[in-house]
């Protein structure tokens, strides 16, 4: 995918998801469209489960969403619910949906354990680099996400760090400043030479 087509495509999720979100009826739809259409993502229903099972306790428990590939999990919320609320679980422990998804990390076998947390309620993107001492969270705004797509790689890529987020949002945030500059400086000289050759007449 070119970067125009992966910003139109992010254009439309924005508008698609703006403002609603279900976690149990939307919560599907929501990633394979981010995953397929903005990310380009091949076989996304292939290539990423759906309500894993994890044994807490002795009880069943599903994680929303897990990447094998990147080793990714994906707590979901509905829209509205904060990131970092503590919620009454059904076996009547309170957590932050980081913390719900951590629990559920700690009881994977080795190699399936997540690289990335990422916690999301339709409206935020938040992610957590578990190769960090104390994981803080990384947000994204859905309406950034049209020039922000970029930080979302690590969910199709093994190698991308924590590091290289930060670099390709700062790269981002320096070209377009760049940008901008040139922008102001050719229409500051076109209007200059406007005014001079109409001084001149």
């Keep these: 995918m070119t970067s125009a087509e992966q910003r139109e495509a992010a254009r ?3 508008n698609r ?8 009826q939307d919560c599907h739809s929501y990633w394979i469209q981010l995953l397929s259409n903005i990310l380009g993502m091949k076989d996304v229903t ?4 759906f309500e894993k099972s994890v044994v807490i306790d002795g009880h069943s428990k599903r994680i929303d969403v897990y990447i094998p590939e990147t080793r990714v999990i994906i707590e979901q919320k509905s829209f509205g619910i904060s990131l970092d609320q503590k919620i009454l679980n059904s076996d009547g422990v309170s957590l932050t949906p980081f913390e719900q998804a951590d629990r559920y990390n700690s009881k994977l076998i080795f190699d399936e354990r997540a690289r990335w947390i990422v916690t999301c309620n339709f409206s935020e993107i938040w992610i957590y680099d578990m190769n960090e001492k104390q994981p803080e969270p990384s947000k994204i705004m859905l309406e950034e996400l049209q020039t922000k797509y970029s930080l979302l790689d690590f969910l199709i890529k093994k190698e991308v760090s924590v590091r290289d987020l930060f670099f390709i949002n700062k790269n981002y945030a320096f070209n377009y400043a760049i940008q901008s500059l040139l ?9 200059y030479i406007l005014s001079f050759f109409y001084h001149t007449i």
């Design 12 to 14: 439309q999720f924005i």
């Design 17 to 24: 998801w703006r403002g609603h979100g279900n976690e149990t």
């Design 46 to 49: 292939e290539r990423i489960n």
């Design 183 to 191: 922008t102001s400086i050719s229409l500051y000289f076109y209007f």
